[in-house]
């Protein structure tokens, strides 16, 4: 493939298919079989179907709960417990929702409000706060986390 020319990517594809069931049937050099029986016995048995729905895409950003009790967030602010003002809180933000996390509780799984910059938490709602029982699954293990 090295000296040839591709005028679109479907006949690349096809080339690269080609070559790829002779990578895949070539034997290892220091362990029994190939790619395909390695496949075949170690990784189809466990693998899992994709999740019905889409993971979002989610940017993060840490933020100090101000005085006030709000964390900012490209000018709007979202209202947290006092009891963590000057804590460090962690914000998920996707195209739908901002969520402030802070350790394994959650507080405003909500969508953004462009309309005003202030969106407060209603204390005696349970809908606004809620802990969790299983680790996020979008986070990574955290050595400064506990445990």
């Known amino acids: ?9 479907g006949a690349l594809n096809r080339a690269i298919a080609a070559l790829l069931q002779d990578l895949n049937q070539r034997p290892f050099k220091k362990l029994p079989g190939c790619r395909a029986s390695a496949l075949a016995s170690l990784d189809q048995p466990v693998l899992k179907p994709l999740p019905a729905s889409r993971m979002p895409i989610a940017r993060f950003k840490v933020a100090r709960v101000n005085i ?7 000018g709007h602010y979202y209202s947290v417990p006092h009891r963590l003002v000057g804590e460090m809180m962690e914000l998920r933000i996707t195209v739908t929702t901002v969520e402030v996390l802070h350790g394994q509780t959650l507080f405003h799984a909500r969508t953004p409000s462009w309309r ?5 938490m209603d204390q005696r709602s349970s809908k606004c706060v809620a802990t969790l029982t299983t680790p996020w699954p979008w986070r990574l293990p955290d050595s400064r986390s506990p445990s």
């Open 68 to 74: 006030d009790y709000h964390v900012e967030l490209d």
């Open 1 to 9: 493939m090295r000296h040839q020319r591709f005028f679109s990517l």
């Open 116 to 120: 005003t910059p202030w969106l407060r």
